[in-house]
């Protein structure tokens, strides 16, 4: 059984398009983020969301949307993608308890 | 500001031979540091947690130690494997439950 499983792994589009990705945790965690690791491979927080507060890194732009429908998911949608939106995006949870963080697989975004 | 700086930037060794891997870090209050593994095309996956009273902890040919004192954090690889070949990112957490990752090390290990 995956822990943090994501969809899709790989996802092509065109400048200007919206694209969604989805994310779900088997884990019973109360805690979800969103990760984007640039092509230098580093790490950046976008959203964290716990039970029903949304955290928003304020260097996102607003055409990011996460949406969590119940704690087990938490979905990105992005809007009029850019050739900077390129990038794997990472979804991870945690149990805010201790901190641990589960990633997914990655699903990786190339924007033509 | 909190930060967590890695250092070497990368870093390759061959088969066998043994590596240290540093962080530093400014996060405070302190809360815990953990190590992460990223192989290439996956995601990261912990390796080993630190806390504030903790020094040494290993797993397997994996040893990370933690200095409070100075902040600062080792993971050393001993007998390296082809299979050690990652990237290996420092994350610190504070006692308000926020992360900070360093930029992370990638380690070559060549036959």
């Known amino acids: 059984d995956t822990a943090v499983s994501q969809t899709p792994k790989y996802l092509v589009t065109q400048m200007g398009n919206d694209k969604s990705i989805k994310c779900e945790q088997n884990l019973g965690h109360d805690t979800m983020y969103w990760y984007k690791q640039d092509s230098k491979k580093f790490l950046k927080i976008m959203f964290s969301?716990?039970?029903?507060?949304?955290?928003i890194n304020e260097t996102v732009p607003n055409r990011f949307s996460p949406k969590s429908p119940d704690k087990a998911h938490l979905n990105l949608h992005i809007n009029s993608l850019e050739l900077g939106d390129s990038a794997v995006y990472f979804c991870a949870s945690s149990l805010s308890r201790t901190g641990e963080l589960f990633f997914g697989e990655g699903s990786r975004l190339t924007v033509l | 500001k909190n930060q967590v700086e890695q250092s070497p930037q990368s870093l390759i060794i061959l088969e066998g031979k043994n590596c240290t891997l540093q962080?530093?870090?400014?996060?405070?209050?302190?809360?815990?540091l953990r190590w992460y593994k990223q192989d290439t095309g996956r995601g990261p996956v912990s390796l080993t947690i630190?806390?504030?009273?903790?020094n040494t902890k290993s797993n397997g040919r994996y040893t990370a130690t933690l200095d409070a004192d100075t902040k600062q954090s080792s993971l050393h690889i001993t007998a390296s494997q082809l299979s050690d070949s990652a990237s290996y990112i420092c994350?610190?957490?504070?006692?308000?439950?926020?992360?900070?990752f360093g930029d992370g090390t990638t380690l070559t290990v060549k036959p």
């Open positions: 630190m806390t504030f009273s903790e």
């Open positions: 962080c530093n870090y400014t996060v405070s209050p302190f809360s815990n």
């Open positions: 969301y716990n039970n029903k507060e949304l955290i």
């Open positions: 994350v610190v957490r504070s006692n308000a439950g926020k992360s900070t």
